[in-house]
């Protein structure tokens, strides 16, 4: 017999604009804009930029880098994480992180980030343990703002789901 189709519910505030952020909140998302000038994308024109806001207050950012070689490219999300576990593996934990993007020639738009950055995104959060808030730029000007990564993938594929060492 058929059961009731589950349903999940998803977690986020919707803010009007970049003035009902924080302080805080503010400098985060300012850098991830600023970030976009320093975007590598010939190919696609489509600038993105990732900030990371460190708990010790320091900021780290990324940009998307293309490739002619084009799957050798990366997002700005990952090329944000991947560079700052890399620079400083001991890193203070990341206690904010926005993503803004916008045209070569154009405004800011909506920047949801890909499927293969919200997996490295979970692998980052849940390595130091504790919750990463997330702000993107969404339709007509407003602002998500999710409490958790995690909250944007569910039915994820963790270190969980991989054999423990000396099992099986
Ligand atoms: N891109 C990102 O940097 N982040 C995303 O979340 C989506 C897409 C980049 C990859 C590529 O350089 C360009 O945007 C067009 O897909």
């Known amino acids: 017999m058929a059961r009731t189709?589950?349903?999940?519910a998803l977690a986020y505030d919707e803010l009007d604009a970049p003035t009902d952020l924080s302080p805080t909140e503010l400098r985060v998302w300012d850098a991830a804009r600023a970030a976009t000038a320093r975007a590598y994308a010939p190919y696609s024109r489509f600038?993105?930029?990732?900030?990371?806001?460190?708990?010790d207050g320091t900021v780290f950012q990324g940009t998307n880098q293309?490739?002619?070689?084009?799957?050798?490219?990366?997002?700005?999300?990952?090329?944000?994480?991947?560079?700052?576990?890399?620079?400083?593996?001991?890193?203070?934990?990341?206690?904010?992180m926005a993503v803004a993007a916008r045209p070569a020639e154009g405004d800011f738009g909506p920047a949801m980030p890909c499927?293969?950055?919200?997996?490295?995104?979970?692998?980052?959060?849940?390595?130091?343990?504790?919750?990463?808030?997330?702000?993107?730029p969404s339709r007509h000007g407003s602002i998500m703002r999710f409490a958790s990564l995690a909250d944007l993938m569910p039915f994820t594929f963790s270190a969980?789901?991989?054999?423990?060492?000396?099992?099986?």
């Open 5 to 8: 189709p589950r349903q999940l």
């Open 47 to 55: 600038f993105v930029g990732a900030a990371l806001l460190l708990a």
């Open 115 to 136: 499927g293969a950055c919200r997996q490295v995104m979970l692998e980052y959060e849940s390595r130091q343990g504790q919750p990463i808030p997330l702000l993107l």
């Open 66 to 96: 293309e490739n002619a070689a084009y799957p050798s490219g990366l997002c700005a999300e990952r090329t944000a994480l991947f560079g700052l576990a890399a620079a400083q593996p001991d890193h203070p934990p990341i206690v904010g």
């Open 160 to 168: 969980n789901d991989l054999p423990k060492n000396g099992e099986g």
